[in-house]
């Protein structure tokens, strides 16, 4: 089974920029698409940047602009990188990787750690 580690999470003040990593212990991003999340304490958790195997992206409009998604298939990575953080963009990231419609549905059936980003000054 393919695992899914994410990376780059910290502290980081308001306006900076994080590069966030999703790593795959297999060559799966070729053939699936995705998605990066987030959870907030006390709030569900939200897709906020998507990107499908043809290299189509899509993302959250309060991230539009700010956030992008990309993907090394060599390195068999998925990055988000942020920038003009805000502390509301504060919460734990996910990456996780499937069809389509399991990616924009959240209808996975685990999801790994996380990696924690705090907006603060």
């Known amino acids: 089974q393919v695992q899914l580690v994410e990376s780059g999470g910290g502290l980081v003040q308001p306006g900076g920029s994080l590069r966030l990593s999703c790593a795959a212990s297999g060559s799966i991003f070729s053939i699936n698409a995705v998605g990066w999340y987030r959870q907030a304490p006390g709030k569900q958790r939200e897709l906020v940047a998507a990107i499908t195997t043809g290299g189509i992206t899509n993302y959250a409009d309060s991230v539009k602009g700010r956030f992008t998604i990309s993907r090394d298939t060599a390195k068999n990575t998925v990055y988000l990188h942020m920038s003009s953080l805000k502390p509301e963009d504060t919460a734990v990231y996910y990456c996780?990787?499937?069809?389509?419609?399991?990616?924009?549905?959240?209808?996975?059936?685990?999801w790994g750690q996380g990696t924690q980003v705090t907006v603060s000054s």
């Open positions: 996780n990787a499937g069809p389509w419609v399991v990616v924009t549905g959240q209808k996975f059936r685990s």
